[in-house]
Nanobody, 122 residues
Framework: QVQLVESGGGLVQAGASLRLSCAASGRTFSNYAMGWFRQAPGKEREFVAA???????YYADSVKGRFTISRDNAKNTVYLQMNNLKPEDTAVYYC????????????????WGQGTQVTVSS
């Protein structure tokens, strides 16, 4: 499995931006599709975004047009640029990895990180 460590979360006001990073180690990063999920208190985990090994991207409707997922294979890192943040984006954000982006989009993944808290105040 690949080891994942997220960073970049914080407390911001509505309308602000944040960039989350997820550093991977342990396996060949370019062999994995990467994704971001989030879980708010009392709610189920939900898919946010995914990027395939060939950098095709996929987004939840709730973040489309505001969030951008990208990857830097040279740095073994995946990013989530979050713009125009809303209070409903408040959640713990988790990075995940799997060999197939189709599995990630269904919420199935082999590796995940410890999460980073994003709090958006109104």
């Amino acid at each position: 499995q690949v080891q994942l460590v997220e960073s970049g979360g914080g407390l911001v006001q509505a309308g602000a931006s944040l960039r989350l990073s997820c550093a991977a180690s342990g396996r060949t990063f370019s062999n994995y599709a990467m994704g971001w999920f989030r879980q708010a208190p009392g709610k189920e985990r939900e898919f946010v975004a995914a990027i395939s090994r060939s950098s095709d991207t996929y987004y939840a409707d709730s973040v489309k047009g505001r969030f951008t997922i990208s990857r830097d294979n040279a740095k073994n890192t995946v990013y989530l640029q979050m713009n125009n943040l809303k209070p409903e984006d408040t959640a713990v954000y988790y990075c995940a990895a799997d060999v197939a982006v189709t599995r990630l989009r269904r919420g199935i993944f082999g590796s995940w990180g410890q999460g980073t808290q994003v709090t958006v105040s109104s």
